[in-house]
């Protein structure tokens, strides 16, 4: 069983969808232009400014802090919710009904609390072997399914087995369980530091085209990204209303990576039936939103310890604009 393509609406002509693959690493920019490649999480090799820049984010960081993920509910009754303005990177995800939840990634800045926090599906696990050994912070998963996570290439944060969560009695269950974030990674010195997972951080490249807002939905959700040139983001809107946060910030990103791949169904069944199980190992099209454009892409991650490349239609690095990352997995 397939999923529908998502329905996806844009201000502006989309181009045509090609690339190459391409080398993992953080491109440094001075000036107008490109500068030299540097590994993930290497200093600027311009002696001046020493900077060591997060692979996920591409801005300075005085260290590579370890990887936390977290499932996120995104149902209307779980929001606004809270810590998200703090990720590094946020992967929307479709799960049954047609709905959507995050994954959350944090590892440059950690948010006192986040939440609400909820169940893990199948395709949780292929998404974050890219990251090594993450922290996986999530509230448990069905019968057949918990173990399966519990013994994923993750250090496990299970609600049910390790402390840092509570229940707010501001809200009803299940959309009230929230994390501390410090007391969950201390119950994870074993995890994952960041490193690169693929992506490039650098100037535009050439092309694109303008864009003031883009959409893309689910059967039962959709987003758009709305470029805000005063505070050079994309505004993210949830089921047509303001996408707000606890925090006060709307939320937002730097980058927007609407990511086309293979939607199929899980093996392990969520409520009697078996929830959408999205791809993200494979090849495929995209489209990034950057500065105001949108450009067509490709994509390759070609095994689940491999981080995602992008590629333009020339077949040159599709760079990002540093800051948060939002992406996107939806039907072809």
């Known amino acids: 069983m397939r999923w529908t393509r998502a329905r996806v609406l844009t201000a502006s002509a989309a181009g045509v969808f090609a690339a190459a693959a391409i080398g993992t690493a953080i491109l440094l920019t001075t000036g107008n232009g490109p500068g030299p ?36 509910d995104n149902i209307v009754y779980a929001r606004p919710q809270t810590g998200l303005t703090s990720a590094d990177i946020v992967y929307v995800l479709p799960v049954e009904g047609g709905l959507s939840r995050l994954a959350a990634i944090f590892s440059s800045h950690l948010p006192p609390v986040i939440g609400p926090v909820r169940s893990a599906r199948e395709d949780d696990l292929e998404l974050l072997r890219q990251f090594g050994r993450p922290a996986f912070a999530f509230s448990g998963a069905t019968p057949q399914l918990l173990p399966v996570v519990e013994r994923g290439h993750i250090v496990n944060l299970y609600s049910g087995v390790v402390g840092g969560y509570f229940r707010s009695d501001r809200r009803a269950a299940p959309y009230n369980l929230y994390a501390r974030t410090r007391a969950l990674l201390a119950e994870a010195p074993g995890a994952s530091r960041a490193h690169s997972i693929g992506f490039v951080f650098g100037a535009p490249p050439a092309g694109g085209t303008p864009v003031s807002s883009r959409s893309v939905s689910y059967p039962a959700a959709s987003f758009t990204f709305s470029w805000s040139a005063a505070s050079g983001r994309w505004l993210v ?28 169904t ?10 959408p199980y999205a791809e993200s190992t494979g090849a495929g099209t995209a489209v990034v939103l950057r500065n105001g454009r949108a450009y067509q892409a490709h994509w390759s991650r070609p095994r689940a310890d491999d981080g995602t490349t992008f590629t333009t239609a020339t077949g040159q690095p599709m760079t990002f604009a540093p800051g948060p990352v939002w992406i996107v997995l939806t039907a072809r």
């Open 37 to 72: 490649v540097a590994p993930a999480g290497a200093v600027s090799p311009n002696p001046a400014s020493q900077e060591l820049l997060s692979p996920f984010t591409g801005e300075p960081v005085r260290s590579l802090g370890p990887v936390l993920a977290v499932k996120i």
């Open 237 to 264: 809107a949830m089921d047509g209303h303001r996408a707000a946060s606890t925090e006060g910030p709307q939320l937002s990103a730097a980058t927007v990576v609407i990511q086309y791949t293979t939607v199929r």
């Open 266 to 275: 899980s093996r392990f069944r969520e409520r009697g039936s078996r929830p």
